[in-house]
């Protein structure tokens, strides 16, 4: 071999070398990687206790479903029903150790103080840009401007009832309020709870007083105003409004001790026929496919408007609608990037709204009708049918439209009334005195 021949040879083996270790180091940089991914852990706080049906059902097979997509994350889900949610929720904020996923209400009295105080971290309009949310489903989670939590149902209060029970006692589903007083007492003569109320949490019972104001009035701004002008004793609509809720607790509408039930006693009365009637909101559709009650009871569950008011203004169709629920990211969170991932993932519109409401979990707070099969529940096409035929909706609920003091005393205040600790009269007159202190 000459000189020249063993040069170019020595030359093209060094290169070679050279080439091969690269790679080499290159494939240990990539392998080293993907083994030593980090973990990340995503406190995960929830109002839906319940993991085996409903909305509960349809969160927890999202978060597996990423978890078993991304190996790496971890969530840890903590789960609670509403009252003692929004206790935790408060030690949570006071010790600003806010989880890195939350449950939040988007209502001015709960959300409103947490994006004003930097809680909830933003979320960009281009992130959902194609996700179905409509304007005003975002409106209760914005300030500012900003978006801060995106909503995950589409709420309505309807009248669920069992059309077994009616028809064994011959009773006709009320239309009229005069007829919703009949029934209850047709029930009650037969040990039957007439409506089913979680009177404990306060909350129902300050909704359906104002049920009962638009169905008097047909106006569904008249007790936003008359608070905020601080004109609520001397109103005529509302006194009558507030006598007509107690006139339904003397007739017995309600079950006994039904101040002390909570929001699973109630559900479980009427998901055990024990209760004709269930006045509740569009997030219980899941009822009617819920593995946990009977066929019975699946067999018979409906739905219906609540029933309107001789003499009163207000149609069938002038309803109590509102986008209320829904999530938020942790502002401080340690892992914001990967919990914001998590969010956005859950609420893409072939997870949550599609699966959500072809399983019949929820009526989300996207777009849905694009998602019917033809195949849905009686329940579905009930509240799909009372909310596309809604001829006004309310927005936020009056009690939670102001502060979280108003919301806290009004709903006191409206348990006060039917507990009849205090007169129609004298109801109002606390409200219109709450109103001076919390309204500006």
Not at 56 to 71: C, F, R, T, V, W
Not at 212 to 230: R, W
Not at 243 to 248: A, S
Not at 270 to 288: P, R, T
Request: net charge positive.
């Amino acid at each position: 071999m000459s000189k020249r021949t063993l040069k170019v040879f020595i030359s093209v083996l060094l290169v070679t070398v050279m080439i091969v270790s690269l790679l080499a180091g290159f494939q240990g940089t990539f392998t080293a990687s993907a083994s030593t991914k980090k973990t990340v852990e995503i406190k995960f706080f929830s109002n839906l206790p319940d993991r085996t049906s409903n909305q509960g059902k349809l969160e927890q097979m999202l978060i597996d479903s990423y978890m078993k997509a991304n190996p790496n994350v971890k969530i840890k889900v903590e789960a609670l029903q509403d009252e003692p949610y929004k206790q935790k929720f408060k030690v949570y904020v006071a010790t600003n150790q806010m989880p890195d996923i939350f449950m939040v209400w988007g209502q001015p009295s709960f959300f409103l103080p947490v994006m004003k105080g930097g809680y909830a971290a933003e979320i960009k309009p281009e992130q959902i840009k194609n996700y179905g949310f409509k304007t005003s489903s975002l409106k209760d989670f914005m300030y500012n401007g900003k978006i801060y939590g995106l909503p995950r149902n589409t709420d309505f209060m309807v009248l669920y009832y069992n059309k077994g029970l009616f028809s064994k006692y011959n009773v006709k589903v009320p239309t009229t309020f005069s007829e919703l007083l009949d029934a209850a007492k047709v029930f009650r003569k037969n040990g039957i709870a007439p409506i089913a109320i979680n009177g404990k949490d306060k909350w129902i019972l300050a909704i359906l007083y104002q049920e009962l104001v638009v169905k008097e009035s047909g106006d569904q701004k008249l007790i936003y105003d008359a608070i905020s002008k601080k004109s609520v004793s001397k109103n005529q609509i509302l006194l009558k409004a507030a006598k007509d809720l107690v006139e339904l607790v003397n007739v017995g509408g309600f079950q006994d001790a039904f101040v002390a039930a909570d929001y699973g006693a109630a559900n479980n009365l009427f998901a055990q026929e024990k209760a004709a009637m269930y006045y509740m909101g569009s997030w219980e559709v899941g009822m009617a496919a819920n593995p946990n009650f009977s066929d019975s009871f699946k067999k018979n569950v409906d739905a219906t408007y609540f029933p309107i008011i001789s003499g009163g203004k207000g149609k069938k169709t002038d309803i109590l609608a509102w986008h209320g629920g829904g999530y938020a990211v942790s502002a401080n969170s340690k892992v914001k990037n990967e919990a914001m991932k998590l969010l956005l993932y859950m609420m893409h519109p072939t997870r949550w709204a599609k699966i959500g409401w072809q399983q019949g979990l929820v009526v989300p707070g996207q777009n849905w009708e694009k998602f019917m099969t033809g195949k849905e529940t009686v329940l579905q096409k009930k509240l799909t049918q009372i909310f596309s035929s809604a001829t006004s909706v309310s927005g936020t609920v009056w009690q939670d439209a102001f502060t979280p003091n108003f919301k806290t005393e009004a709903e006191t205040l409206c348990q006060m009334l039917v507990a009849k600790a205090i007169t129609p009269e004298k109801f109002l007159s606390k409200i219109e005195e709450l109103a001076k202190l919390e309204v500006k």
